[in-house]
Structure formats: C-alpha cells, structure tokens
C-alpha cells in the first residue's frame, strides 16, 4: 500500500508541474500571410543602395563582467544562505518540541554543508550542465571543471558564471531544508542525511535543469518560475506530503499536546526569512536593474498582504489572531510571490499574497481531516502556496502591471521598458518568444 501510495504521489507531482506549464503557456500566434516580394523597377534598374534593404539586426551585446551587478549577486547569494541558517533553523526550531529543537536546528545546519559540497562535485553539472535531451545536464563540470571567472552567455552576461553558480547552489541548498519541518520529531539522522543527498541529486538537479538549465523541457514549453515556485516551492511540498505519508504520524499524535516551545525564536526565524527573500527574488533578476527593484516590491507587497490575509482568516475562524498565524502567513507569501515576482506589479502582488495568506491557512487547517502528520505545515503553507503562486503568475502577468513588458524568457526573464507609444503587450511578446 505504501509503495503504490508512493507511486501516486511521484505522479501527482509531475502532472502538478506538467499542468502548471500548460497553463502558463500563451495561445498560438495567429498565421500570417506571407508577404509578397517587391516588384523590380522597370528597365531592370537595381534599386538605390539602401533604398529598400532591410535594417541589419543589432549585433548582441559583449559579454562583460559589471561589478555592480557581481556585488548584488554575492550580496544576493549571502542574504539565501541567511535563509537556510540561521532563518529556517530558527523557524523550524521554535515551533518543535524543546525536546527536539537542537535535533531540527542539525537539519539546517548540516544540510548547508552536505549540499554544498554535492553542488561542487555533481550537482551543478546536472541542473545546469549542457543539456542531455531537456531531461538533465550532462557531467561535463563535474567538480567545477569549466565554470570559471567568465561569464557564461546561456545565463548571464555580466557577472563571473561562479557567482551565477553560487547563487543557484543557495537555491539547491534551501530546497532540501524546506522538506524537513515534515518529518520533524521523528526521522533518524542518517536516514536523513541519505534522503537528502539523493532527493537533491534525482529530484531538484533535474527539476532545476527542466525549468532553469539551457535547453530544458519545461524552460522550452514556456514555464514562467522566475525565481522557484515550481523548482524550490512545488517540489518541496509534494515531496513532503510524500515524506508524511510514508514515514507515518508521530507516537502520540492527536493524543499528546505538541506545541510550540519558543514562537519568540520562530518569529526572529520567519524575520529573517522575509530579509533574506529579497535576495531569493531580487537576486533573480541577475542584475541590479529595475527589474531587481521591481521583484523586491513585490516580494515585500506580497508577504505583508499574506500576512494580513492569514490574521484576518484566524481572526474570523478562531475569534483572535496569533503570532505564530501571522509569521506562518507571511511565509506564504512570500513564497507564493516567489514565481510571480518578475512578472507582476505592486497591485497583482496584493492579490497573490492575500489569497495564499487565506488558502495557506485553510490548507494547514485540512491536514488533520485527511489524516497526515505534517509536523510544520510544510505541505499547507510551501505545497498548496507554491501552486497557488505558479498558478497566479499564469493568470496575472502583464494584467495588472502594464508599465512593464517581457523582452525574453531566460532562466531569469528580464524585461525591457519601452515607450507607452510603442509598447506592445505582454501577451503578442510571449508569442512572439513562443513562436521565434
């Protein structure tokens, strides 16, 4: 039972980010007829030179190292780590058990070194190494072999391709963390660090490479992540209700009280967390532009409009709010905001973040009625969030924030602004990103 259980949810997780690209995708452009060839001028006269010649396309910019955008992006890499430890740890370790906190604390912790050294090794190879068949990168950087102080084209072109490494390992490290608040109290401590070492080569290199890597499939099908709704936020929930599922409820589970033994450290964690996001979605724009600024509006808008949409929902459900609801609720904000924040301005923000404070609080709330044992709500708030954001990103991008367009969709999209004269929509750009 357990295996066709696990089955099932290895499939609800991959019809979940297949259905999440589909939906982001734009219609079809429309055919166009061709256009005919000018007649020649009578008596066979050529034309004019550059009388009719179409203008030469622009040649692309050189790559070249910008020390603004490298400090932003080591500053950015510094403030995702700051996520990981001491923010999560904290997070996580204030809501278990005193019993269990050092225990939680050593999830954190351990995971930033273990991944750290898989990222070195392999696991960079694999999520952003050249693409074998859209599916996974190939062995060709293995140990760093050939990621220098460059910059590499396919990701950026303005700062060393071992800073854009780094970035993405904080990413990669993170990701495993987020898994843990599931199975807190009650998973032993070698089972745990083999999980992860695997989940991390098998399920998030290839994932990262599918959405993020040159050539990968969903990147192709035209997903919008910007900065890891699917890749960090889908992936982590559905493996976590996985990891409930399996490992089965904690002794003494709806019997025994299981409170939180210190919100005052839970709340300096989710602090932490929301300073760090800036550098989790800012950091995603590659650059320190305008578009950085813009993902920094709305991280920030959509975790405050989370927030308060959590407290409001308690408030009415429970008679009075909580702490621990508002740092839950800010929490799911920002992770909701997390795919949308290149893509949406302040007011779609608002919308995004309010309704994963409500949804995120219901989701939390349903566990007990469908009989798992998600010790952190980790399923509630990065699951059901995740999708929420990923979903919302489709639905609102370029509706809400027609100041701003999208030029291209890369691993981290940028965007172009252009003269309200001329400005085309977001949709005819994506087609026109589709069809090219």
């Known amino acids: 039972m357990k295996r066709l259980t696990l089955a099932l949810a290895v499939l609800l997780a991959l019809g979940a980010t297949t259905f999440v690209a589909q939906a982001q995708q734009p219609a079809p452009p429309a055919p166009t007829a061709p256009v005919p060839a000018a007649p020649a001028p009578a008596g066979g006269t050529p ?21 603004g955008d490298t400090a932003w992006m080591l500053t950015s890499s510094v403030l995702v780590l700051l996520m990981t430890a001491p923010g999560l740890a904290l997070f996580y370790g204030g809501m278990v058990r005193q019993k269990n906190a050092l225990g939680t604390l050593m999830h954190s912790f351990i995971i930033a070194a273990l991944i750290s ?39 950026s072109k303005t700062i060393p391709h071992q800073v854009f490494m780094l970035f993405q390992m904080m990413f990669a490290i993170i990701t495993p963390a987020l898994i843990t608040g599931t199975f807190a109290e009650r998973k032993k401590f070698s089972g745990f660090l083999l999980f992860t070492l695997l989940w991390a080569t098998f399920v998030y290199d290839p994932l990262a490479h599918w959405v993020w890597g040159d050539g990968g499939w969903l990147k192709k099908y035209g997903a919008l992540d910007f900065a890891g709704g699917t890749v960090v936020h889908i992936s982590s929930g559905v493996s976590a209700l996985v990891c409930a599922i399996m490992i089965g409820k ?25 300073v760090g996001w800036f550098g989790f979605n800012a950091g995603s724009a590659l650059e320190a532009n305008g578009l950085a600024a813009s993902a920094f509006t709305a991280t920030n808008t959509g975790a405050a409009a989370a927030a308060l949409g959590w ?24 992770v909701a905001i997390t795919p949308a924040s290149g893509f949406v301005g302040p007011i779609s923000a608002l919308i995004i973040g309010a309704v994963a404070g409500a949804l995120c609080y219901a989701a939390c709330n349903l566990k007990s009625r469908l009989g798992y044992d998600d010790s952190l709500d980790v399923v509630g708030v990065h699951g059901v969030g995740g999708t929420w954001g990923a979903l919302g990103t489709g639905t609102l991008n370029g509706r809400l924030s027609p ?34």
């Open 47 to 67: 034309p004019a030179a550059g009388a009719s010649a179409a203008p030469a396309p622009a040649a692309a910019p050189a790559s070249k190292i910008d020390k």
């Open 117 to 155: 050294v898989q990222w070195v090794l392999w696991g960079y190879s694999l999520a952003f190494g050249p693409d074998k068949g859209g599916i996974i990168g190939g062995l060709d950087w293995v140990g760093l072999r050939g990621v220098g102080l460059e910059p590499f084209d396919a990701y």
């Open 250 to 274: 904690r002794r003494g589970y709806g019997h025994q009280p299981m409170q939180p033994h210190n919100l005052p450290m839970t709340v300096m964690g989710a602090s932490l967390l929301w």
């Open 311 to 334: 407290m409001a929902t308690e408030w009415m459900a429970r008679g009075k709010p909580t702490v621990l609801g508002a740092a839950s609720g800010a929490v799911a904000g920002l």
């Open 403 to 436: 100041e701003r367009t999208i030029d291209s969709i890369t691993p981290r999209v940028r965007f172009t602004t252009v003269p309200d004269s001329s400005r085309p929509s977001t949709r005819s750009l994506m087609r026109r990103a589709g069809s090219g």
